[in-house]
């Protein structure tokens, strides 16, 4: 807690940028440095914040795509001799075929973190072990579409994006549901050849790294126990994979900070990040649960003392909120970020706060005493 005495500030123990992020953008920023009569993109945005990109995009880099894959750049403007970084998410293996075949340089400026790349080898494993791939995951999200393509390389796959999905899944598991109608209720996310009748006799579960852990572990569970009730306990091993937490360490050290957050007695949370930012979304929900909560991507969304600009996160719509702020003494203040917003943003968003309460104790005298 840093008290400025008529507010304070709760500040969870881990958040903001991760190895994985800070990667990706020192490496951006070294192409275009080691490039300057280059064309130097980018296969989408670097991360899920919207001030990073813009900086990215005022140094002169390009967007070929947006998040969701729709082209800005059409492949054919792309010449082997232009830069093309790989975002921190990785990227499907029909894009880096379609790369190489072009000729153009696809490792030096890759950005691909490291923890996105172990879900791929443990994919990778459990396709060479001939189970089908369960992969929890958001299916237009960057990370999953990449983690769907090496996945479904090597043995075959399927995606569910909740415990719902996993739920109806579950049903063609144990025969409850048709056969036929699971590629229309699971359209657009099983890999090409999907035998329902045949391929769900194994399965081991993945993730997309940014979901939620405790979600993850749910829908293992209950995709073990369904395969028990299936096949019986003594021979579950040759059922279901049980495979270990493939979540980063900062998505994780992020969320068990927010639950310790939780449990103080705060009047309202603020979260910082980037609006299409799947891990930040996640803390949004989890600070939604205990206080009122405002999920912006700046300071600027600050409007005043009385009014703030932020991002609903279930009707997917930014709203304008007054009487924000308490009129009450010490206000209490839950403040934190995803793994894709810059820190200093955080600073900023303090400060401007803080510029609401002006018998509050100088700056200087409180980082002295934190």
Not at 106 to 133: M, S
Not at 247 to 274: F, R, S
Not at 325 to 346: E, F, M, N, Y
Request: some cysteine.
């Amino acid at each position: 807690m840093m008290d400025f005495g008529s507010v304070q500030f709760f500040l969870a123990r881990h958040f903001g940028f991760c190895y994985g992020v800070e990667n990706a953008i020192e490496i951006s920023y070294r192409a275009l440095e080691e490039n300057p009569d280059k064309n130097v993109y980018l296969l989408s945005q670097m991360i899920h914040n919207q001030e990073v990109n813009a900086d990215l995009q005022s140094r002169g880099i390009k967007f070929i795509t947006d998040t969701d894959g729709t082209q800005f750049i059409s492949w054919g403007e792309i010449k082997k001799e232009d830069v093309v970084i790989i975002p921190a998410f990785g990227t499907t293996l029909e894009i880096e075929h379609l790369l190489l075949d072009k000729q153009v340089e696809v490792q030096k400026y890759n950005t691909t973190c490291p923890f996105v790349e172990k879900v791929w080898t443990r994919a990778e494993k459990l396709g060479k072990e001939k189970y089908t791939i369960v992969i929890h995951g958001k299916p237009k999200h960057e990370e999953t579409r990449a983690t769907f393509s090496h996945s479904e390389h090597h043995g075959h796959s399927v995606i569910v994006q909740d415990m719902k999905e996993a739920q109806q899944l579950a049903a063609y598991i144990t025969g409850e549901k048709r056969s036929d109608d699971f590629y229309t209720e699971f359209e657009k996310k099983y890999s090409d050849g999907f035998d329902v009748k045949k391929d769900l006799h194994r399965i081991g579960v993945v993730n997309q790294t940014t979901m939620l852990a405790s979600e993850t572990q749910a829908i293992a569970d209950f995709l073990k126990q369904t395969m028990i009730k299936q096949f019986g306990n003594g021979n579950i091993r040759n059922h279901f994979a049980d495979t270990r937490d493939t979540l980063c360490y900062a998505t994780n050290d992020n969320q068990e900070a927010t639950y310790e957050l939780l449990k103080t007695q705060a009047d309202l949370a603020i979260v910082v990040g980037g609006y299409n930012s799947s891990n930040t979304s996640h803390i949004v929900e989890l600070c939604e649960r205990h206080f009122p909560t405002y999920f912006i991507n700046s300071e600027n969304e600050i409007l005043s003392s009385e009014e703030i600009q932020h991002f609903n996160l279930s009707g997917k719509t930014r709203k304008r909120t007054t009487a924000y702020l308490p009129h009450r003494q010490p206000t209490k203040i839950v403040l934190t970020s995803g793994a894709s917003c810059p820190d200093t943003l955080v600073d900023r968003v303090m400060l401007k706060l803080l510029s609401y309460f002006p018998g509050s104790l100088p700056l200087e005298k409180v980082l002295q005493d934190f």
